[in-house]
Nanobody, 123 residues
Framework: VQLQASGGGLVQAGGSLRLSCAAS????????IGWFRQAPGKEREFAAA????????YYADSVKGRFTISRDNAKNTVYMQMNSLKPEDTAVYYC?????????????????WGQGTQVTVSS
């Protein structure tokens, strides 16, 4: 199982970015995918997750209403659209997968992780 996160960058406060998580080579359709983030000096925290078909999505309160997670199973890719970005969103963002239809928000429930992509929001 390999996960490749991309799409990070430097953006001004109020701007937008779209992160992508490409997954291979396992059967992707029934997996839950989550996005987590880790800011300098802080613990990794949950941001968003989606079940296998995108029918159920979950968000941390800190990103609710600003971030949208979606998936395209035909492309084995999960996206996270991030709008109205704030300096406190600055972190390394990781995508993670678990081979279950049950969505979890704890990082310990995800055995597969991508390498992370840096998001920096300037004020």
């Amino acid at each position: 199982v390999q996960l490749q996160a991309s799409g990070g960058g430097l953006v001004q406060a109020g701007g937008s970015l779209r992160l992508s998580c490409a997954a291979s080579p396992f059967p992707f359709d029934y997996d839950t995918i989550g996005w987590f983030r880790q800011a300098p000096g802080k613990e990794r925290e949950f941001a968003a997750a989606t079940n296998w078909n995108g029918g159920s999505t979950y968000y941390a309160d800190s990103v609710k209403g600003r971030f949208t997670i979606s998936r395209d199973n035909a492309k084995n890719t999960v996206y996270m659209q991030m709008n109205s970005l704030k300096p406190e969103d600055t972190a390394v963002y990781y995508c993670a997968a678990r081979s279950s239809v049950v969505v979890k928000t704890a990082s310990d429930d995800y055995p597969y992780w991508g390498q992370g992509t840096q998001v920096t929001v300037s004020s």
